[in-house]
């Protein structure tokens, strides 16, 4: 059974820097593409940052970009995602998920075919 565990969310201050870990089991996704998701409180689930499966390339969504970086470990078949400049306006709850199948990258959520269970980032201003 895959299982997506997120974790390194938490309270921090306008400013600050956050750095949130996906742990997957149940499946190696060394050749998968590999994504960060949040949903704001009355907000749909939007995208955050995707990364490809040989992590030479990543794409943002504009609201992030220059601020939160995405990377892989395909060894610990783990991905990341650094927040730095962290503003009030990135509170949610955070979700990494995969593609649906290997070697292809998308980032719609019809794409999506594993996630995580999520974690909270809390930015106070």
């Known amino acids: 059974q895959v299982r997506l565990v997120e974790s390194g969310g938490g309270l921090v201050q306008s400013g600050d820097s956050l750095r949130l870990s996906c742990a997957a089991s149940g499946r190696t996704f060394t050749n998968y593409a590999l994504g960060w998701f949040r949903q704001a409180p009355g907000k749909e689930r939007e995208f955050v940052a995707t990364i490809n499966w040989r992590g030479g390339s990543t794409y943002y969504a504009d609201s992030v970009k220059g601020r939160f970086t995405i990377s892989r470990d395909n060894a610990k078949n783990t991905w990341y995602l650094q927040m730095n400049s962290l503003k009030p306006e990135d509170t949610a709850v955070y979700y990494c998920?995969?593609?649906?199948?290997?070697?292809?990258?998308?980032?719609?959520?019809?794409?999506?075919?594993?996630w995580g269970q999520g974690t909270q980032v809390t930015v106070s201003s």
């Open positions: 998920a995969a593609n649906n199948r290997p070697y292809e990258w998308g980032y719609q959520h019809t794409d999506l075919g594993s």
